[in-house]
């Protein structure tokens, strides 16, 4: 590609598709991941044309991601989910096993803040400054709830460490 | 077990994604957000890829045009909104699979010129006139959109035609006879004129 031009935005779906599919199942959970991808990608479809072309595409589709779950997450709490909605499918997921779901209970367990900071930079890889960007707060205010996080999910899923996580 | 990006990947994701990708395609045409479809379809003269607007077909591209370079182009001149969205291209890909297996002479498609200008606009509108199995010069194409003057123009519209096939350029020869350039290179251009003559 050469400089100062746009892609094709099939190649940023093919791109960035994966990422943001993990950051919507960190966020939601599994059930709700794929509706959240759709409505993400399509709102981002409707201003890619005006992102300019030295933007950070997986940011800025986080920062979508983030608005589109939260979204979500407030239409839960207007109409509680029903009892027992834990992700439906956690053969699915990494590790196979019964421990799955004791791994999404403690994610789905995290203050919002955390989880959302854990999402954007241990599955985004996103630097904190950009992170404090989409949660507002300083770039240590993200830091500080990336690293709580952590330490809640360790509490919680004892296997859990960030190993290979992004420095 | 890390809390890293591989653990909330799941050996599923290929699937969802592509069902994921498809059902984007299909929203985004219902929006009217799908400036540009695209799929590619096996020919007897390799893959060829087709785009269009919602005007129509937009371009078709030899594989040695290099598709990522075509939809680069594209992206530029029409618009990023570029998606892999196959159902656009249904009645392209129909119309050419019955092309090249001698079940159609003329194409009846939609299309949209909107990536040529002026005099190599007006002569890609003419080509199809050309009709199936005939062939004419560069000069007598020339004569034919009231220029006969231009003849060298005309090989620059036939050499940037972004409909090959469909909008038949592989039918205008040198005068010697000789098939001339062709963007898809010489042997595709013979093999076009071949298939024509065989019907």
């Not at chain 1, 990336?146 to 996580?165: C, F, S, V």
């Amino acid at each position: 590609m050469s400089m100062g031009m746009k892609q094709p935005f099939e190649k940023v779906v093919e791109q960035h598709g994966g990422t943001v599919l993990r950051v919507c199942r960190v966020l939601l959970g599994v059930h709700d991941a794929q509706d959240a991808w759709s409505e993400t990608f399509l709102a981002a479809l409707r201003t890619y044309p005006d992102l300019p072309d030295d933007a950070n595409a997986e940011a800025w589709l986080v920062t979508i991601a983030h608005r589109k779950a939260i979204d979500v997450l407030r239409a839960r709490k207007r109409q509680p989910a029903p009892v027992g909605d834990v992700p439906d499918v956690p053969n699915g997921l990494g590790i196979p096993g019964a421990e799955d779901g004791d791994l999404w209970q403690a994610v789905k367990a995290l203050p919002d803040k955390q989880r959302q900071a854990v999402a954007y930079h241990y599955v985004a890889g996103l630097a904190y400054a950009e992170i404090a960007g989409i949660l507002g707060g300083t770039t240590d205010a993200a830091r500080r709830a990336a690293a709580d996080g952590i330490k809640n999910l360790r509490k919680n899923y004892p296997g859990a460490t960030t190993e290979g996580a992004p420095a | 077990m890390n809390i890293s990006p591989d653990y909330f990947a799941s050996p599923a994701d290929p699937g969802t994604l592509s069902r994921l990708r498809h059902r984007l395609g299909l929203a985004a045409e219902a929006e009217g957000l799908l400036d540009v479809a695209y799929t590619t379809i096996d020919s007897p003269l390799g893959p060829l890829l087709l785009a269009a607007t919602p005007k129509g077909l937009v371009r078709v591209a030899y594989d040695v045009e290099d598709h990522d370079r075509v939809l680069d182009t594209l992206s530029q001149r029409l618009s990023p909104r570029v998606l892999r969205a196959p159902r656009r291209l249904e009645a392209a890909a129909r119309e050419l699979d019955e092309y090249f297996s001698r079940q159609r002479r003329v194409f009846d498609l939609p299309l949209d010129l909107s990536l040529s200008k002026g005099f190599r606009q007006l002569v890609q509108r003419h080509l199809p006139d050309i009709g199936y199995g005939q062939t004419r010069t560069y000069r007598q194409v020339a004569e034919l959109v009231g220029n006969p003057q231009a003849v060298r123009a005309v090989g620059t519209a036939c050499a940037t035609n972004p409909l090959p096939v469909v909008v038949p350029c592989h039918r205008v020869l040198r005068a010697d006879g000789t098939p001339g350039g062709y963007v898809g290179g010489p042997g595709a251009k013979k093999a076009l004129l071949s298939l024509e003559a065989a019907a």
